[in-house]
């Protein structure tokens, strides 16, 4: 390279370097939330109010109605404690819910702060000429900003509290004040919430019997030890996602997914992702694939050899897996007998509430932050997720924890939640950018070894599961899986969150799901039209899964070595590794 085109490369690079220091740096004060990305669509709503005066009219006179409405019930109440309220909480609202809010004055304080909220989401949405990004944007900074105000947030103003503290005596505050010292101590010295050490890997949550049978830096590879005299002979092997350790599906023994597959007559093997560090930053997604997906089936079918599997993936672990079926095309029967998808995406068009935190100013701000360390953290990754729910992982905590002086009980899902994972740079903005912006592999535009991983090449049959309430891969974006293959697709909606819905044993009560199949070539049917037509089962799903496997396996035969030496894969170790011990 001439020694002109090299200075203007370098000094080029040496520019780009002081920007994304200068935006690295703050997002240390921002919490990893673009500055620049709020001011956009503060502006966009802002200025287009402003042009609006028919909205603002309108925002007026709904403002006095409320106002009213307020006026009127205040009046019945006084008459008649027992008068219907102006405004009942929205679904999943539970901040209002002690008897002690139907009594004055706190009852008049939590029907103004509904009626509030109420008039607040009118005002920032339906502006006209907003992008509808920008309008989702500002809508959840305002909802964020109100709740801090909530008269359930404040001791003076919460009837729960008030009791509280008048039947202790005011050591409920004391034990409150107690508990945020110790949460602020472990948050400092990165440790995990209290209670977390009683779920420790290998001891009390990711039990189930088993040997690493193979190893590389991304990947351990777990066999799983047969609790059933004969098993089918198609193997399933589980891809969880990388953002979070694989024992979300293996955690106490009455609720681990793997254990209850095994004990079915299945032989299963999971993978467990390496914790990256800023030595992995220029990991990429088709390491992902290779050294994970691909490796991992290499060497199932090498100490299981003759046999197809049963591909099961959860949550990003599931999109990787679309993406590596897709890029075996038609030779993917000859690997695999089945794609199942938990949870997972591969359109990204309705993303869910995370597409708040996803754009071109959010992702390069993201990006900066990544490159000067090395990979995303897992406490920002937390901040978002719990942002998302606020009411319940933030405000509900500081009421019980803080103000009420109890401690909620740790739940071996609670602690794994808390044993969260990093993500190296290149891989994360790769993905954010090839699948949440520009949504390559819906578009059949995602390239694997130069060649398009087209979706329309899956000609396997297709289990997918979504959950009614998930924040990260809304149901109906998971349906969207239909319009991509003409295979035959089994679609269940389960009760439940991204991960409660997914962890959904039998026997758990207050469970419901619906399943229903598309056949081969069946025509698409729209994701409304499809809840009208399947009626809830009560229960879990896990058992209709079993049998959709066991209809696609052969007759049970006697069940595999652990590993296979001779193969190249011979026990590295029991489970759970060691992949899920770094931190």
Same mark, same amino acid.
């Given at each position: $390279?001439?020694?002109?085109?090299?200075?203007?490369?370098?000094?080029?690079?040496?520019?780009?370097?002081? %920007?994304?220091?200068?935006?690295?740096?703050?997002?240390?004060?921002?919490?990893?939330?673009?500055?620049?990305?709020?001011?956009?669509?503060?502006?966009?709503?802002?200025?287009?109010?402003?042009?609006?005066? @028919?909205?603002?009219?309108?925002?007026?006179?709904?403002?006095?109605?409320?106002?009213?409405?307020?006026?009127?019930?205040?009046?019945?109440?006084?008459?008649?404690?027992?008068?219907?309220?102006?405004?009942?909480?929205?679904?999943?609202?539970?901040?209002?819910?002690?008897? !002690?809010? !139907?009594?004055?004055?706190?009852?008049?304080?939590?029907?103004?702060?509904?009626?509030?909220?109420?008039?607040?989401?009118?005002?920032?949405?339906?502006?006209?000429?907003?992008?509808?990004?920008?309008?989702?944007?500002?809508?959840?900074?305002?909802?964020?900003?109100?709740?801090?105000?909530?008269?359930?947030?404040?001791?003076?103003?919460?009837?729960?509290?008030?009791?509280?503290?008048?039947?202790?005596?005011?050591?409920?505050?004391?034990? @409150?004040?107690?508990?945020?010292?110790?949460?602020?101590?472990?948050?400092?010295?990165?440790?995990?919430?209290?209670?977390?050490?009683?779920?420790?890997?290998?001891?009390?949550?990711?039990?189930?019997?088993?040997?690493?049978?193979?190893?590389?830096?991304?990947?351990?590879?777990?066999?799983?030890?047969?609790?059933?005299?004969?098993?089918?002979?198609?193997?399933?092997?589980?891809?969880?996602?990388?953002? $979070?350790?694989?024992?979300?599906?293996?955690?106490?023994?009455?609720?681990?997914?793997?254990?209850?597959?095994?004990?079915?007559?299945?032989?299963?093997?999971?993978?467990?992702?390496?914790?990256?560090?800023?030595?992995?930053?220029?990991?990429?997604?088709?390491?992902?694939?290779?050294?994970?997906?691909?490796?991992?089936? %290499?060497?199932?079918?090498?100490?299981?050899?003759?046999?197809?599997?049963?591909?099961?993936?959860?949550?990003? !672990?599931?999109?990787?897996?679309?993406?590596?079926?897709?890029?075996?095309?038609?030779?993917?029967?000859?690997?695999?007998?089945?794609?199942?998808?938990?949870?997972?995406?591969?359109?990204?068009?309705?993303?869910?509430?995370?597409?708040?935190?996803?754009?071109?100013?959010?992702?390069?701000?993201?990006?900066?932050?990544?490159?000067?360390?090395?990979?995303?953290?897992? %406490?920002?990754?937390?901040?978002?997720?719990?942002?998302?729910?606020?009411?319940?992982?933030?405000?509900?905590?500081?009421?019980?924890?803080?103000?009420?002086?109890?401690?909620?009980?740790?739940?071996?899902?609670?602690?794994?939640?808390?044993?969260?994972?990093? $993500?190296?740079?290149?891989?994360?903005?790769?993905?954010?950018?090839?699948?949440?912006?520009?949504?390559?592999?819906?578009?059949?535009?995602?390239?694997?070894?130069?060649?398009?991983?087209?979706?329309?090449?899956?000609?396997?049959?297709?289990?997918?599961?979504?959950?009614?309430?998930?924040?990260?891969?809304?149901?109906?974006?998971?349906?969207?899986?239909?319009?991509?293959?003409?295979?035959?697709?089994?679609?269940?909606?389960?009760?439940?969150?991204?991960?409660? @819905?997914?962890?959904?044993?039998?026997?758990?009560?207050?469970?419901?799901?619906?399943?229903?199949?598309?056949?081969?070539?069946?025509?698409?049917?729209?994701?409304? %039209?499809?809840?009208?037509?399947?009626?809830?089962?009560?229960?879990?799903?896990?058992?209709?899964?079993? @049998?959709?496997?066991?209809?696609?396996?052969?007759?049970?035969?006697?069940?595999?070595?652990?590993?296979?030496?001779?193969?190249?894969?011979?026990?590295?170790?029991?489970?759970? !590794?060691?992949?899920?011990?770094?931190?």
């Amino acid at each position: $390279m001439p020694a002109a085109d090299q200075d203007a490369t370098l000094g080029l690079a040496a520019f780009q370097a002081m %920007d994304r220091m200068r935006e690295a740096l703050g997002g240390q004060l921002t919490g990893g939330v673009s500055p620049g990305s709020l001011a956009l669509a503060g502006f966009d709503w802002g200025f287009h109010l402003a042009q609006a005066p @028919g909205k603002r009219a309108e925002l007026l006179w709904k403002g006095a109605r409320k106002t009213g409405r307020l006026m009127t019930w205040l009046m019945s109440s006084a008459i008649d404690p027992k008068a219907p309220p102006a405004i009942q909480p929205l679904p999943g609202d539970n901040r209002f819910r002690h008897e !002690g809010w !139907g009594r004055m004055p706190f009852s008049a304080l939590a029907q103004g702060f509904l009626l509030g909220q109420q008039w607040l989401h009118n005002a920032t949405h339906e502006v006209p000429g907003v992008m509808k990004h920008h309008e989702d944007v500002v809508s959840f900074a305002a909802k964020q900003w109100l709740d801090m105000f909530s008269p359930s947030n404040n001791p003076l103003t919460n009837p729960e509290v008030l009791a509280r503290t008048w039947e202790t005596g005011g050591t409920n505050l004391w034990r @409150g004040w107690q508990n945020w010292l110790e949460d602020a101590v472990r948050l400092l010295n990165r440790q995990p919430p209290a209670g977390a050490e009683a779920f420790r890997p290998g001891e009390t949550v990711a039990v189930t019997p088993g040997k690493v049978v193979f190893r590389n830096h991304l990947i351990e590879l777990i066999q799983y030890a047969p609790s059933t005299g004969q098993v089918r002979p198609e193997l399933v092997l589980i891809v969880p996602a990388w953002i $979070m350790k694989y024992y979300i599906l293996d955690l106490s023994p009455e609720n681990s997914l793997i254990r209850w597959l095994v004990g079915q007559g299945f032989t299963v093997f999971a993978i467990s992702w390496r914790n990256p560090d800023a030595t992995d930053r220029d990991l990429t997604m088709e390491d992902y694939r290779r050294q994970g997906v691909t490796a991992a089936l %290499d060497a199932v079918q090498a100490i299981v050899p003759g046999t197809r599997v049963h591909a099961a993936g959860y949550c990003l !672990g599931g999109t990787l897996l679309a993406i590596a079926a897709a890029a075996m095309g038609a030779r993917a029967g000859d690997r695999l007998a089945s794609l199942t998808l938990l949870a997972a995406q591969v359109d990204f068009t309705e993303p869910g509430e995370l597409a708040l935190f996803i754009d071109a100013s959010q992702m390069h701000f993201l990006d900066s932050m990544m490159w000067n360390r090395g990979y995303l953290s897992d %406490d920002q990754m937390a901040g978002a997720f719990q942002l998302l729910r606020s009411n319940d992982l933030v405000w509900s905590r500081l009421v019980h924890d803080y103000l009420m002086g109890q401690r909620s009980p740790m739940t071996d899902l609670m602690a794994w939640n808390a044993d969260s994972t990093r $993500m190296p740079w290149r891989m994360h903005s790769e993905y954010l950018q090839r699948l949440y912006l520009d949504n390559e592999l819906a578009a059949g535009r995602f390239m694997v070894e130069g060649r398009p991983a087209a979706l329309q090449n899956i000609r396997i049959p297709i289990f997918a599961v979504g959950t009614e309430r998930d924040h990260v891969a809304p149901w109906k974006s998971v349906y969207k899986i239909h319009q991509f293959t003409d295979t035959e697709i089994t679609f269940a909606l389960t009760s439940g969150g991204h991960n409660a @819905g997914i962890v959904s044993e039998p026997g758990h009560p207050r469970r419901h799901y619906r399943i229903g199949t598309r056949p081969q070539d069946g025509a698409l049917v729209s994701a409304a %039209d499809w809840l009208a037509a399947h009626e809830p089962d009560a229960g879990s799903w896990w058992p209709a899964w079993a @049998g959709w496997l066991a209809a696609r396996s052969g007759d049970p035969a006697a069940p595999p070595a652990m590993g296979a030496p001779k193969a190249g894969y011979p026990p590295l170790g029991d489970a759970p !590794g060691t992949h899920v011990f770094q931190r």
